[in-house]
């Protein structure tokens, strides 16, 4: 005597297959709601102004080049004194801005303001404890500066970092 057959819908098979079947269309519906109404974080609605700014700020590097501003940057690993000799330019400012940016965190950039003390030295504190590597900039204090200076330094270091209009360089001190 034959098995009786049961309907297809009385079936495990087809509602586990019509289940996947579901629930990937549930799936992927959601995932296209989210991408069409949440905003990319990695493209700036303001990329034109960016890439102007970026524009600007290497003009003010090629204008320190033209100058032949250089600088000679040490950070003393006990005392935590700031102490940079600005070589090049026809005149001193009288305050320098610098800022410190941690490159992975943004959160942890430090700015200074540094005093001229003589003849392109200039003095300022950092905080305690300055470790990792940095990247470093500094500009005369105002609205528009003239020029900048960039450079690379890993601290605590002994000795001094040179900070160019162009790539960081280590500092001959001979």
Do not use: C
């Not at 410190?100 to 404890?129: K, M, S």
């Amino acid at each position: 005597m034959p098995l009786p057959v049961t309907p297809w819908y009385k079936q495990f098979w087809p509602w586990f297959l019509l289940g996947l079947l579901m629930l990937s269309i549930i799936v992927s519906s959601t995932f296209a709601y989210l991408a069409v109404k949440s905003a990319d974080g990695m493209v700036q609605e303001d990329y034109y102004e960016h890439g102007r700014a970026i524009n600007m700020v290497l003009a003010k590097q090629e204008r320190a080049a033209e100058l032949g501003i250089e600088a000679s940057l040490r950070i003393d690993p006990l005392t935590s004194d700031v102490i940079l000799d600005l070589e090049g330019g026809e005149s001193f400012p009288e305050k320098l801005d610098f800022e410190l940016i941690f490159p992975t965190q943004d959160d942890r950039d430090i700015e200074l303001t540094l005093e001229h003390v003589r003849d392109g030295r200039y003095l300022g504190q950092a905080p305690d404890n300055l470790r990792y590597r940095w990247y470093l900039q500094l500009q005369p204090q105002g609205e528009e500066p003239e020029w900048r200076l960039v450079g690379e330094g890993r601290f605590p270091n002994e000795e001094a970092v040179r900070l160019t209009p162009g790539r960081a360089a280590p500092a001959d001190d001979s």
